[in-house]
């Protein structure tokens, strides 16, 4: 069992050469040019001694980097369920049409110079939940001068096609509700157009949450379900996935687990403690708390779960 093993993780990363009880390939996240991706076949464990990533599931490179055939090879060494079969449950619904959303008619964007009293409110309210101009620039923020949506900063979502999907209008001012958003539906991959899915992706409560966060998607203050557009692409992607939900929405964070783990996709759980959300955080502290959060394990889960009880 133990060569077979040795050989998908071969096909997966390459060549390799023994050391002692370990085997050594090139690191596929640093590409660093000598063998530093140290894996342990025994101890069910790998890690890289330049890049310094590291997981305690083998399993996780092979399905990452492995071929549809060596993700199938390895599924019978552990007790997952293997995604290449759930294929016609993605298939069976026609190809929707994204949804296209019109932004305000008065929406102007930060980007610009404009400097009224609105312009200038706007600003101010973004600098003091710490987003900058690069924020602005990069995730497209503006605001409504006038109309329904007057007096509340704007934040456009876009479809891979490059149209608006949907936005998010947060009041900067005393306007009530707090939120208020265009009457279409939230399943969507929120900013899917920016969605970098080559590097870590994470899952976060809200907008503000996901500026902080960089790489992120927000749910938008839904759940996540198998029939979300968002959930069908993370297992379409074959990705493993970061979560930092709110510090109160523990059920949620596990029963979201819990659903990734189903469908084979491994979880890193990032800590949102002594803050009401990943909004209130510097960038730079949640850069470190993700830097420190470890992948979460199936027996580690049912582990904390019963711990819980």
């Given amino acids: 069992m133990k060569s077979e093993k040795i050989k998908i993780v071969r096909n997966a990363l390459g060549r390799s050469y023994k050391s002692g ?4 390939f090139s690191c596929p996240f640093c590409n660093h040019d000598k063998l530093k991706l140290s894996v342990n076949i025994d101890k069910n464990y790998w890690k890289c001694w330049i890049c310094d990533k590291s997981g305690r599931n083998i399993g996780f490179l092979v399905r990452r980097f492995g071929s549809q055939d060596d993700k199938l090879a390895w599924s019978k060494y552990e007790n997952r369920v293997e995604t290449s079969g759930f294929d016609m449950l993605f298939a069976e619904k026609e190809e929707e049409i994204a949804p296209k959303v019109d932004l305000p008619k008065s929406f102007c964007s930060l980007t610009s110079k404009k400097r009224d009293t609105a312009a200038l409110n706007a600003r101010q309210y973004l600098r003091e939940r710490g ?9 497209k923020i503006g605001y409504a001068s006038a109309g329904e ?14 149209f608006v999907s949907y936005f998010i209008a947060r009041s900067y001012g005393r306007a009530w509700p707090k939120y208020k958003n265009p009457p279409t539906s939230r399943d969507i991959v929120f900013n899917d157009l920016y969605i970098d899915w080559e590097e870590d992706v994470i899952i976060v409560e809200g907008v503000f949450d996901a500026i902080k966060a960089g790489n992120a998607i927000p749910l938008l203050g839904s759940t996540l379900r198998k029939d979300t557009k968002l959930f069908q692409k993370i297992v379409a992607m074959k990705k493993e996935i970061y979560l930092a939900l709110d510090p109160d929405a523990k059920k949620k964070t596990d029963r979201i687990t819990n659903l990734f783990k189903r469908f084979g996709i491994d979880v890193y759980q990032i800590d949102v403690s002594g803050y009401d959300d990943v909004g209130e955080m510097s960038k730079a502290e949640f850069k470190k708390r993700k830097k420190a959060s470890s992948i979460l394990e199936t027996d580690d889960y049912l582990l904390e779960k019963v711990l819980a009880i």
């Fill in 149 to 162: 949506f007057e007096g509340r900063i704007i934040i456009p979502s876009f479809a891979p096609d490059g």
């Fill in 131 to 139: 987003i900058g101009k690069p924020d602005i620039l990069k995730w």
């Fill in 21 to 24: 009880s370990e085997h050594l």
